[in-house]
Protein backbone atom coordinates (compact mmCIF):
# COMPACT_ATOMS: atom_id res chain seq x y z
CA UNK A 1 0.00 0.00 0.00
CA UNK A 2 2.90 2.42 0.03
CA UNK A 3 3.82 5.28 2.53
CA UNK A 4 1.49 8.15 2.68
CA UNK A 5 3.42 11.57 1.65
CA UNK A 6 3.99 14.12 4.44
CA UNK A 7 1.09 16.17 4.10
CA UNK A 8 -0.86 13.60 6.39
CA UNK A 9 -1.14 13.46 9.50
CA UNK A 10 0.78 9.84 10.01
CA UNK A 11 1.80 7.03 7.83
CA UNK A 12 0.52 3.39 7.68
CA UNK A 13 3.22 1.05 6.75
CA UNK A 14 2.84 -0.93 3.72
CA UNK A 15 2.48 -4.06 5.70
CA UNK A 16 -0.94 -2.37 7.24
CA UNK A 17 -3.54 -1.21 4.95
CA UNK A 18 -4.84 2.50 3.89
CA UNK A 19 -8.04 1.25 1.21
CA UNK A 20 -10.48 3.37 0.14
CA UNK A 21 -12.90 0.41 -1.20
CA UNK A 22 -17.02 0.68 -2.72
CA UNK A 23 -18.91 -2.49 -2.00
CA UNK A 24 -22.92 -2.71 -2.51
CA UNK A 25 -24.84 -2.63 0.46
CA UNK A 26 -28.57 -2.41 0.00
CA UNK A 27 -28.54 -2.75 -3.82
CA UNK A 28 -26.46 0.52 -3.61
CA UNK A 29 -22.63 0.99 -3.90
CA UNK A 30 -21.00 2.31 -1.17
CA UNK A 31 -17.90 3.37 -0.36
CA UNK A 32 -15.50 3.29 2.94
CA UNK A 33 -12.34 3.91 3.93
CA UNK A 34 -10.31 0.78 5.70
CA UNK A 35 -7.17 2.01 7.63
CA UNK A 36 -4.84 -0.53 9.84
CA UNK A 37 -0.83 -0.30 10.74
CA UNK A 38 -1.93 -4.47 11.36
CA UNK A 39 -4.83 -5.82 9.61
CA UNK A 40 -4.84 -9.39 12.42
CA UNK A 41 -6.12 -6.43 15.16
CA UNK A 42 -9.99 -6.12 15.75
CA UNK A 43 -12.35 -3.83 13.56
CA UNK A 44 -13.56 -0.79 14.78
CA UNK A 45 -16.46 0.36 12.87
CA UNK A 46 -17.77 4.16 13.19
CA UNK A 47 -20.71 5.59 11.90
CA UNK A 48 -20.99 9.03 10.91
CA UNK A 49 -23.82 12.00 11.71
CA UNK A 50 -25.43 14.38 9.85
CA UNK A 51 -27.43 12.54 8.19
CA UNK A 52 -25.17 13.80 4.52
CA UNK A 53 -21.93 14.76 6.61
CA UNK A 54 -19.59 12.55 6.31
CA UNK A 55 -17.38 13.30 8.98
CA UNK A 56 -15.23 10.96 10.04
CA UNK A 57 -15.46 9.30 6.73
CA UNK A 58 -13.70 8.31 3.71
CA UNK A 59 -12.17 11.98 3.36
CA UNK A 60 -10.80 11.30 6.93
CA UNK A 61 -7.85 9.18 5.06
CA UNK A 62 -4.59 10.32 6.94
CA UNK A 63 -6.10 12.89 9.33
CA UNK A 64 -5.35 12.20 13.02
CA UNK A 65 -8.58 14.94 13.76
CA UNK A 66 -11.41 13.59 12.89
CA UNK A 67 -14.27 16.01 14.37
CA UNK A 68 -14.88 12.81 16.95
CA UNK A 69 -11.58 11.31 17.75
CA UNK A 70 -7.96 11.08 17.00
CA UNK A 71 -7.09 8.17 14.79
CA UNK A 72 -3.15 7.97 14.66
CA UNK A 73 -2.93 5.64 17.97
CA UNK A 74 -6.50 4.22 16.69
CA UNK A 75 -5.30 2.85 13.73
CA UNK A 76 -2.16 1.19 15.40
CA UNK A 77 -4.43 -0.70 17.88
CA UNK A 78 -8.01 -1.55 15.42
CA UNK A 79 -8.87 -1.80 11.49
CA UNK A 80 -10.68 1.01 11.18
CA UNK A 81 -13.37 1.61 9.38
CA UNK A 82 -14.91 4.61 8.36
CA UNK A 83 -18.03 4.69 6.00
CA UNK A 84 -19.95 7.12 3.61
CA UNK A 85 -23.81 5.95 3.97
CA UNK A 86 -26.18 5.98 0.91
CA UNK A 87 -26.55 9.38 -0.65
CA UNK A 88 -23.34 11.31 0.85
CA UNK A 89 -20.05 12.17 -0.13
CA UNK A 90 -18.49 9.38 -2.32
CA UNK A 91 -21.68 7.14 -1.49
CA UNK A 92 -23.77 9.75 -3.48
CA UNK A 93 -25.37 8.30 -6.49
CA UNK A 94 -27.75 10.13 -8.70
CA UNK A 95 -30.18 7.11 -9.21
CA UNK A 96 -30.75 6.38 -5.51
CA UNK A 97 -34.80 6.44 -4.82
CA UNK A 98 -35.62 9.06 -1.94
CA UNK A 99 -37.91 6.46 -0.77
CA UNK A 100 -34.92 4.45 0.10
CA UNK A 101 -33.59 7.24 2.59
CA UNK A 102 -35.53 5.60 5.62
CA UNK A 103 -34.17 4.72 9.16
CA UNK A 104 -34.48 0.88 8.59
CA UNK A 105 -32.37 1.34 5.27
CA UNK A 106 -29.51 3.02 6.98
CA UNK A 107 -29.85 0.41 9.41
CA UNK A 108 -29.83 -2.10 7.10
CA UNK A 109 -26.75 -1.11 4.94
CA UNK A 110 -24.45 -0.86 8.04
CA UNK A 111 -26.11 -4.78 9.05
CA UNK A 112 -24.80 -5.92 5.84
CA UNK A 113 -21.45 -3.98 6.26
CA UNK A 114 -20.97 -5.58 9.87
CA UNK A 115 -21.56 -8.99 8.64
CA UNK A 116 -18.76 -8.07 5.06
CA UNK A 117 -15.71 -6.87 7.84
CA UNK A 118 -16.72 -9.43 9.76
CA UNK A 119 -16.49 -12.13 7.50
CA UNK A 120 -13.65 -10.38 5.33
CA UNK A 121 -11.42 -9.79 8.30
CA UNK A 122 -12.84 -13.83 10.18
CA UNK A 123 -13.98 -12.12 13.25
CA UNK A 124 -17.14 -13.33 15.02
CA UNK A 125 -16.99 -9.56 16.71
CA UNK A 126 -16.49 -6.23 15.97
CA UNK A 127 -16.61 -2.86 17.92
CA UNK A 128 -19.04 -0.47 17.09
CA UNK A 129 -18.75 3.69 17.53
CA UNK A 130 -21.18 6.30 16.25
CA UNK A 131 -21.32 10.32 16.19
CA UNK A 132 -25.23 12.36 16.66
CA UNK A 133 -27.46 11.01 13.59
CA UNK A 134 -25.37 7.94 13.51
CA UNK A 135 -26.56 6.94 16.98
CA UNK A 136 -30.01 6.82 15.68
CA UNK A 137 -28.19 3.95 13.38
CA UNK A 138 -25.42 2.68 15.95
CA UNK A 139 -27.95 2.28 18.39
CA UNK A 140 -30.47 0.00 16.72
CA UNK A 141 -27.88 -2.00 15.23
CA UNK A 142 -25.79 -2.71 18.53
CA UNK A 143 -29.97 -3.32 20.47
CA UNK A 144 -31.02 -5.60 17.67
CA UNK A 145 -27.81 -7.71 17.19
CA UNK A 146 -25.34 -7.24 19.87
CA UNK A 147 -23.53 -11.10 19.87
CA UNK A 148 -22.27 -9.16 16.61
CA UNK A 149 -20.37 -6.83 18.51
CA UNK A 150 -18.15 -6.47 21.63
CA UNK A 151 -18.72 -3.25 22.95
CA UNK A 152 -21.52 -0.25 21.19
CA UNK A 153 -20.08 3.70 21.87
CA UNK A 154 -22.59 6.68 20.96
CA UNK A 155 -20.97 9.98 20.43
CA UNK A 156 -23.66 12.87 21.12
CA UNK A 157 -26.65 10.24 21.64
CA UNK A 158 -29.34 10.97 20.19
CA UNK A 159 -32.50 9.54 22.62
CA UNK A 160 -35.57 11.13 21.40
CA UNK A 161 -35.37 13.49 18.54
CA UNK A 162 -39.30 15.13 19.39
CA UNK A 163 -37.84 15.30 23.24
CA UNK A 164 -34.33 16.61 21.69
CA UNK A 165 -36.06 19.66 19.78
CA UNK A 166 -38.15 20.01 22.34
CA UNK A 167 -34.69 21.00 24.59
CA UNK A 168 -33.30 22.47 21.75
CA UNK A 169 -36.44 25.27 21.11
CA UNK A 170 -36.28 25.74 24.83
CA UNK A 171 -32.60 26.79 25.28
CA UNK A 172 -32.64 28.32 22.05
CA UNK A 173 -35.15 30.91 23.14
CA UNK A 174 -33.44 31.53 26.26
CA UNK A 175 -30.10 32.04 24.29
CA UNK A 176 -32.12 34.87 21.70
CA UNK A 177 -33.13 36.73 24.81
CA UNK A 178 -29.62 37.15 26.22
CA UNK A 179 -28.05 38.05 22.93
CA UNK A 180 -31.30 40.25 22.40
CA UNK A 181 -32.15 38.94 18.95
CA UNK A 182 -35.70 40.15 17.80
CA UNK A 183 -36.03 38.43 15.13
CA UNK A 184 -34.93 35.19 16.46
CA UNK A 185 -37.29 35.56 19.75
CA UNK A 186 -40.13 36.30 17.08
CA UNK A 187 -39.41 33.04 14.71
CA UNK A 188 -38.73 30.87 17.63
CA UNK A 189 -41.96 31.81 19.13
CA UNK A 190 -43.72 31.48 16.40
CA UNK A 191 -42.31 27.96 15.34
CA UNK A 192 -44.74 25.82 17.50
CA UNK A 193 -44.02 22.93 19.74
CA UNK A 194 -42.28 19.67 18.31
CA UNK A 195 -42.91 17.32 16.97
CA UNK A 196 -42.25 19.26 13.79
CA UNK A 197 -44.95 17.10 11.21
CA UNK A 198 -46.83 19.53 9.46
CA UNK A 199 -44.32 21.44 7.87
CA UNK A 200 -40.10 21.27 6.94
CA UNK A 201 -39.90 24.68 7.64
CA UNK A 202 -40.17 24.25 11.31
CA UNK A 203 -38.15 21.72 11.50
CA UNK A 204 -35.51 23.75 9.35
CA UNK A 205 -35.78 26.91 11.41
CA UNK A 206 -34.92 25.58 14.61
CA UNK A 207 -31.67 24.30 12.83
CA UNK A 208 -30.77 27.38 11.67
CA UNK A 209 -31.33 28.78 14.41
CA UNK A 210 -28.85 25.83 16.24
CA UNK A 211 -26.34 26.97 13.55
CA UNK A 212 -26.27 30.52 14.36
CA UNK A 213 -25.93 30.32 18.07
CA UNK A 214 -23.43 27.73 17.56
CA UNK A 215 -24.74 24.74 18.94
CA UNK A 216 -22.10 22.71 17.34
CA UNK A 217 -18.85 23.85 18.08
CA UNK A 218 -18.13 25.65 21.39
CA UNK A 219 -15.74 28.30 20.87
CA UNK A 220 -12.22 28.22 22.94
CA UNK A 221 -8.87 28.74 21.52
CA UNK A 222 -7.84 26.29 19.34
CA UNK A 223 -11.25 25.12 18.52
CA UNK A 224 -12.23 24.63 14.65
CA UNK A 225 -15.11 26.33 13.52
CA UNK A 226 -17.77 24.83 11.20
CA UNK A 227 -15.72 25.97 8.32
CA UNK A 228 -12.86 24.32 9.40
CA UNK A 229 -14.07 21.26 10.03
CA UNK A 230 -16.00 20.36 7.11
CA UNK A 231 -12.44 21.93 5.27
CA UNK A 232 -11.03 18.40 5.30
CA UNK A 233 -13.48 17.27 2.28
CA UNK A 234 -12.13 19.92 0.57
CA UNK A 235 -8.57 18.79 1.10
CA UNK A 236 -9.21 15.36 0.67
CA UNK A 237 -7.27 13.66 -1.44
CA UNK A 238 -10.42 11.22 -2.16
CA UNK A 239 -12.49 13.83 -2.72
CA UNK A 240 -13.45 15.85 -5.66
CA UNK A 241 -15.26 18.84 -5.79
CA UNK A 242 -18.27 17.00 -6.90
CA UNK A 243 -18.20 14.69 -3.86
CA UNK A 244 -18.61 17.74 -1.63
CA UNK A 245 -21.06 19.66 -3.95
CA UNK A 246 -22.57 15.94 -3.39
CA UNK A 247 -22.44 16.04 0.36
CA UNK A 248 -23.42 19.36 1.28
CA UNK A 249 -26.38 19.99 -1.50
CA UNK A 250 -27.55 17.25 -3.32
CA UNK A 251 -27.09 14.60 -0.34
CA UNK A 252 -28.89 17.16 2.12
CA UNK A 253 -32.00 17.64 -0.75
CA UNK A 254 -31.94 13.53 -0.92
CA UNK A 255 -32.24 12.89 2.47
CA UNK A 256 -34.43 15.46 4.30
CA UNK A 257 -37.84 15.03 3.30
CA UNK A 258 -40.80 15.42 4.83
CA UNK A 259 -41.55 11.82 5.49
CA UNK A 260 -37.97 11.08 7.14
CA UNK A 261 -38.40 14.53 8.77
CA UNK A 262 -41.66 12.64 9.99
CA UNK A 263 -39.99 8.97 10.50
CA UNK A 264 -37.41 10.68 13.29
CA UNK A 265 -39.70 12.24 15.11
CA UNK A 266 -40.55 7.96 15.42
CA UNK A 267 -37.33 7.29 16.71
CA UNK A 268 -37.09 7.23 20.88
CA UNK A 269 -34.70 4.87 22.44
CA UNK A 270 -36.53 5.82 25.90
CA UNK A 271 -39.64 3.19 24.95
CA UNK A 272 -37.65 1.19 22.35
CA UNK A 273 -34.31 -0.16 24.24
CA UNK A 274 -34.61 -0.44 27.85
CA UNK A 275 -31.27 -4.00 27.95
CA UNK A 276 -28.22 -3.90 26.46
CA UNK A 277 -26.62 -6.95 26.80
CA UNK A 278 -23.04 -5.64 25.73
CA UNK A 279 -20.79 -3.01 27.07
CA UNK A 280 -21.97 0.97 26.23
CA UNK A 281 -20.42 3.87 26.34
CA UNK A 282 -21.98 7.55 25.93
CA UNK A 283 -19.34 10.81 24.91
CA UNK A 284 -20.78 13.56 25.17
CA UNK A 285 -19.58 17.12 24.90
CA UNK A 286 -20.22 19.62 27.98
CA UNK A 287 -20.94 22.50 26.12
CA UNK A 288 -23.30 20.12 23.59
CA UNK A 289 -27.07 21.78 22.86
CA UNK A 290 -27.70 20.85 19.94
CA UNK A 291 -28.07 17.18 21.34
CA UNK A 292 -28.63 18.12 24.95
CA UNK A 293 -27.44 15.63 27.38
CA UNK A 294 -29.98 15.69 29.92
CA UNK A 295 -31.63 13.06 27.82
CA UNK A 296 -28.54 10.75 27.47
CA UNK A 297 -28.37 10.53 31.12
CA UNK A 298 -32.08 9.97 31.90
CA UNK A 299 -31.70 7.17 29.58
CA UNK A 300 -28.50 5.63 30.94
CA UNK A 301 -30.15 5.99 34.07
CA UNK A 302 -33.09 3.58 33.16
CA UNK A 303 -30.92 1.22 30.81
CA UNK A 304 -30.31 -2.11 31.95
CA UNK A 305 -26.95 -2.93 31.15
CA UNK A 306 -25.66 -6.00 32.68
CA UNK A 307 -22.06 -5.94 31.22
CA UNK A 308 -21.60 -2.35 32.15
CA UNK A 309 -22.86 1.62 31.36
CA UNK A 310 -20.86 4.52 31.70
CA UNK A 311 -21.08 8.19 30.27
CA UNK A 312 -18.34 10.40 29.84
CA UNK A 313 -18.17 14.21 30.02
CA UNK A 314 -15.78 15.77 27.39
CA UNK A 315 -14.88 18.88 28.87
CA UNK A 316 -13.98 21.45 25.76
CA UNK A 317 -16.72 20.38 23.75
CA UNK A 318 -20.00 21.25 22.02
CA UNK A 319 -21.45 18.94 19.81
CA UNK A 320 -18.50 18.62 17.62
CA UNK A 321 -15.41 17.72 19.79
CA UNK A 322 -12.52 19.76 20.65
CA UNK A 323 -8.56 18.19 19.45
CA UNK A 324 -7.88 18.21 23.27
CA UNK A 325 -10.74 16.08 24.28
CA UNK A 326 -10.31 13.95 20.83
CA UNK A 327 -6.95 12.81 22.11
CA UNK A 328 -8.68 11.41 25.19
CA UNK A 329 -11.50 10.20 23.26
CA UNK A 330 -8.80 7.90 21.41
CA UNK A 331 -7.68 6.39 24.78
CA UNK A 332 -11.03 5.49 25.53
CA UNK A 333 -11.86 3.77 22.54
CA UNK A 334 -8.83 2.05 22.48
CA UNK A 335 -9.55 1.45 26.17
CA UNK A 336 -13.00 -0.79 24.58
CA UNK A 337 -10.23 -3.22 23.42
CA UNK A 338 -10.51 -5.19 27.38
CA UNK A 339 -14.14 -6.05 26.61
CA UNK A 340 -12.30 -8.77 24.00
CA UNK A 341 -10.22 -9.92 26.84
CA UNK A 342 -13.41 -10.41 28.78
CA UNK A 343 -14.93 -12.72 26.33
Given amino acids: MGILSKKHDYEI ?38 PSMPLPGVSSKGRDYT ?13 VVFWDQRGTGKSYHNDIPQKSMTIEQFISDANELTDYLRDRFKQEKI ?28 FSQIVSWTENDRLALKWLKEEAKRRGNKKAIDELENVGEPPYLE ?38 DEYSLK ?38 TF ?11 SLVEEFVERLNAPKGKRIIWSE ?28
Wanted: aromatic fraction near 12%; charged fraction near 20%; charge should be neutral.
Fill in 283 to 293: IHGRHDFHVNG
Fill in 316 to 343: KSAHAFHPDDTKLIEQHLIEELRHLKME
Fill in 243 to 280: DVYHTYYKGFKLIYSQSFIEELATNNFMESVSKLPIPV
Fill in 199 to 236: SFAQWSLIRKWQRIFNTLVYQTENAPGLIGLTMDMVRS
Fill in 67 to 79: IVTNTKELVKNFV
Fill in 127 to 154: FLAAHSWGTTIGLNLASRYPEKFYSYVG
Fill in 13 to 50: PSSGVQSVETITLGCIKQTILIQAVDVSKPVLLFIHGG
